[in-house]
């Protein structure tokens, strides 16, 4: 009988879908990263897809889901901004009988709450490539270096060897990624596949467009096609954003795949749109283009600390912009075409950009409920009100404590941005400015930089304004340090194993009495450092805690609840699990 628990998630993801990286790494949605299982195989065999799908990461995300649970995690915001419904998607390839025991499995164990599943995902995404044809200025994958790596590349041979393994009740459908699909080696041999295996997945493609015509004779073989095309802007606009594509190559495109789509009963063909500062001026045009086009348009907010495009973080790029006319222009073009769920994106853009829904598209970027809890204590523990505070160094911590209202009470005479790449702009009410400015009449420092320019912050303020306090948010605080002293005291004489080797580890066994206890190991999920030693301690893999003791102390702020939570699924109540915060 499978683990379960009667209950029904209000998102349905963990249990149809499962996106995977040349790494090994998954998730079942955007905003969740899992690292490759000890021991996994390749996540290019069905037993590789298998042993993630079912993971403890899968199936502690499965319970806490059920239980309401969701301290921590990006779901709790996805799910109050209603992106996600309790019910299942309907996948027009299930409308095949030959799938029929296949849904009926999977709705069963949905809403049966089962953790531990017995199929495979009905969807499955993979990131074929990092390398990209063009050169977008929010690109999530890192530098060109980074995404030229050979080694963030999947077989092209190992895709269609899953394929043909996998058959026709294993996965509806199979979504490529990159990177750009069509720019890697082997797309040719892989789209062959698809359109001679007739009998197995359907083929769905992320993709910027830009190469469509090279590939569309060989994409006109494949009977069932999914699209989702990116494209942010138009025209001029596009170009500053999708640097080295052409507008006019692009436009072509949409043209020439939705005369394709028309040609082809069983296509499907949507953009994607990413709202940002450069873009949204245009957007009104794209929407005409589209809508003539007959391809409906999806709308995302960019993610990430992007200071010159972020519109949604910082709302003061919006003030020189014609935003609220734009949409409006959009919202009539929607109408005249009698998109109503197009009218429903824009409303709800409208409404984020109003700061109606600050929570939805400022997921990923905001601290969670628990560190934003750990942050407000340690500024409340410095007794700064009365103060005069610079806050040094632009980080996400700093911008949630901000938009909170944290510093509410706080003199903030200014923050000084590393490197000076924002000075003159304005963040919460607040100048972002050279130290110059403002160092002269500040009483206090929080010093938000990190490595290298905290160190150079620290001997910058020492040797010019020697007489400021600096309080480093780096570092352990001090209810910290005594939370982890009476830990120290009540596990001495026991065989302790300390979950997460990083800075804060460091600290506990450099600064407290944490460091004279009987610490037989360190675990950490980073494969890297497994084998290796973090202060004399050997560093072990999650699944090995038990082998060196059975009381674990948590080093970690942000991820606490997730850590313990994967504990309590890995050995149950066998362990002791404590925190210092």
Same mark, same amino acid.
């Given at each position: 009988m499978l683990e379960s628990q009667m209950a029904i998630s209000p998102c349905a993801n963990p249990w149809f879908y499962l996106s995977g990286f040349p790494d090994g790494s998954y998730t079942p949605c955007c905003f969740l990263h899992f690292k490759a299982p000890m021991d996994a195989p390749n996540l290019m065999a069905v037993e590789g897809v298998r042993a993630r799908f079912n993971s403890?990461?899968?199936?502690?995300?499965?319970?806490?889901?059920?239980?309401?649970?969701?301290?921590?995690?990006?779901?709790?915001?996805?799910?109050?901004?209603?992106?996600?419904?309790?019910?299942?998607?309907?996948?027009?390839?299930?409308?095949?009988?030959?799938?029929?025991?296949?849904?009926?499995?999977?709705?069963?164990?949905?809403?049966?709450?089962?953790?531990?599943?017995?199929? +495979?995902?009905?969807?499955?995404?993979? +990131?074929l490539t990092t390398r990209c044809n063009i050169d977008c200025v929010m690109c999530v994958?890192?530098?060109?270096?980074?995404?030229?790596?050979?080694?963030?590349?999947?077989?092209?041979?190992?895709?269609?060897?899953l394929v043909?393994?996998?058959?026709?009740?294993?996965?509806?459908?199979?979504?490529?990624?990159?990177?750009?699909?069509?720019?890697?080696?082997?797309?040719?041999?892989?789209?062959?596949?698809?359109?001679?295996?007739?009998?197995?997945?359907?083929?769905?493609?992320?993709?910027?467009?830009? +190469?469509?015509?090279?590939?569309?004779?060989?994409?006109?073989?494949?009977e069932g096609l999914d699209f989702w095309i990116s494209v942010d802007g138009y025209g001029d606009a596009y170009e500053i954003i999708r640097r080295k594509a052409k507008w006019s190559v692009v436009?072509?495109?949409?043209?020439?795949?939705?005369?394709?789509?028309?040609?082809?009963?069983?296509?499907?063909?949507?953009?994607?749109?990413?709202?940002?500062?450069?873009?949204?001026?245009?957007?009104?045009?794209?929407?005409?283009?589209?809508?003539?086009?007959?391809?409906?348009?999806?709308?995302?907010?960019?993610?990430?600390?992007?200071?010159?495009?972020?519109?949604?973080?910082?709302?003061? +790029?919006?003030e020189k912009l014609s935003w609220r006319e734009a949409l409006g222009e959009s919202q009539r073009i929607a109408q005249r075409y009698g998109n109503d769920l197009l009218i429903d994106r824009l409303v709800r853009l409208r409404a984020d950009l109003e700061g109606e829904n600050d929570g939805e598209r400022r997921r990923g970027i905001l601290l969670s409920d628990s560190e934003m809890q750990n942050m407000a204590r340690r500024i409340a523990e410095l007794q700064l009100v009365g103060k005069r505070?610079?806050?040094?160094?632009?980080?996400?911590?700093?911008?949630?404590?901000?938009?909170?209202?944290?510093?509410?009470?706080?003199?903030?005479?200014?923050?000084?941005?590393?490197?000076?790449?924002?000075?003159?702009?304005?963040?919460g009410g607040v100048e972002i400015c050279p130290p110059e400015m403002v160092m002269d009449r500040a009483e206090e420092v929080l010093l938000f930089a990190v490595g290298d320019w905290a160190q150079r912050a620290t001997n910058l303020i020492s040797t010019r304004w020697p007489h400021i306090q600096v309080h480093d948010l780096n570092a352990l605080a001090q209810f910290e340090i005594d939370s982890a002293n009476r830990l120290a005291v009540s596990l001495a004489?026991?065989?302790?194993?300390?979950?997460?080797?990083?800075?804060?580890?460091?600290?506990?066994?450099?600064?407290?009495?944490?460091?004279?206890?009987?610490?037989?190991?360190?675990?950490?999920?980073?494969?890297?450092?497994?084998?290796?030693?973090?202060?004399?301690?050997?560093?072990?893999?999650p699944g090995r805690i038990s082998c060196?003791?059975?009381?674990?102390?948590?080093?970690?702020?942000?991820?606490?609840d997730a850590i313990a939570e994967s504990i309590r699924e890995l050995y149950g109540s066998s362990l002791r699990v404590y925190s210092v915060v």
């Amino acid at each position: 009988m499978l683990e379960s628990q009667m209950a029904i998630s209000p998102c349905a993801n963990p249990w149809f879908y499962l996106s995977g990286f040349p790494d090994g790494s998954y998730t079942p949605c955007c905003f969740l990263h899992f690292k490759a299982p000890m021991d996994a195989p390749n996540l290019m065999a069905v037993e590789g897809v298998r042993a993630r799908f079912n993971s403890t990461e899968m199936k502690s995300l499965r319970s806490r889901l059920i239980r309401g649970d969701l301290s921590g995690l990006p779901c709790e915001s996805c799910i109050a901004s209603n992106r996600q419904i309790s019910t299942l998607p309907e996948v027009p390839p299930l409308t095949d009988p030959r799938y029929a025991e296949l849904w009926e499995r999977i709705e069963a164990s949905y809403h049966a709450g089962e953790l531990s599943l017995s199929y +495979l995902p009905l969807v499955f995404s993979i +990131l074929l490539t990092t390398r990209c044809n063009i050169d977008c200025v929010m690109c999530v994958l890192g530098d060109k270096e980074t995404r030229d790596n050979p080694t963030h590349e999947v077989s092209g041979e190992a895709l269609i060897e899953l394929v043909r393994e996998v058959g026709y009740q294993g996965m509806a459908i199979v979504k490529l990624s990159g990177g750009e699909p069509l720019y890697m080696k082997q797309t040719k041999a892989v789209l062959d596949y698809f359109a001679e295996y007739r009998c197995g997945p359907r083929l769905g493609m992320y993709t910027n467009g830009v +190469l469509l015509h090279k590939y569309l004779p060989m994409l006109e073989k494949l009977e069932g096609l999914d699209f989702w095309i990116s494209v942010d802007g138009y025209g001029d606009a596009y170009e500053i954003i999708r640097r080295k594509a052409k507008w006019s190559v692009v436009e072509e495109n949409l043209r020439l795949i939705a005369q394709a789509r028309d040609r082809h009963p069983g296509w499907r063909v949507s953009i994607n749109s990413v709202i940002m500062r450069s873009s949204i001026e245009s957007f009104p045009k794209l929407i005409e283009l589209a809508s003539s086009l007959g391809i409906d348009v999806g709308i995302s907010g960019i993610s990430g600390e992007y200071w010159d495009e972020n519109v949604f973080l910082f709302p003061d +790029l919006l003030e020189k912009l014609s935003w609220r006319e734009a949409l409006g222009e959009s919202q009539r073009i929607a109408q005249r075409y009698g998109n109503d769920l197009l009218i429903d994106r824009l409303v709800r853009l409208r409404a984020d950009l109003e700061g109606e829904n600050d929570g939805e598209r400022r997921r990923g970027i905001l601290l969670s409920d628990s560190e934003m809890q750990n942050m407000a204590r340690r500024i409340a523990e410095l007794q700064l009100v009365g103060k005069r505070v610079v806050a040094w160094g632009v980080d996400r911590r700093l911008i949630s404590l901000m938009s909170a209202g944290i510093f509410d009470d706080l003199d903030i005479q200014g923050i000084v941005d590393d490197g000076g790449r924002h000075e003159g702009r304005w963040f919460g009410g607040v100048e972002i400015c050279p130290p110059e400015m403002v160092m002269d009449r500040a009483e206090e420092v929080l010093l938000f930089a990190v490595g290298d320019w905290a160190q150079r912050a620290t001997n910058l303020i020492s040797t010019r304004w020697p007489h400021i306090q600096v309080h480093d948010l780096n570092a352990l605080a001090q209810f910290e340090i005594d939370s982890a002293n009476r830990l120290a005291v009540s596990l001495a004489g026991r065989d302790v194993v300390v979950y997460g080797a990083g800075e804060m580890f460091k600290e506990l066994m450099s600064r407290t009495r944490i460091g004279s206890i009987c610490v037989k190991a360190v675990a950490d999920s980073n494969m890297a450092i497994w084998g290796k030693a973090v202060e004399g301690v050997p560093v072990v893999a999650p699944g090995r805690i038990s082998c060196y003791g059975t009381d674990v102390l948590i080093a970690s702020r942000g991820s606490r609840d997730a850590i313990a939570e994967s504990i309590r699924e890995l050995y149950g109540s066998s362990l002791r699990v404590y925190s210092v915060v």
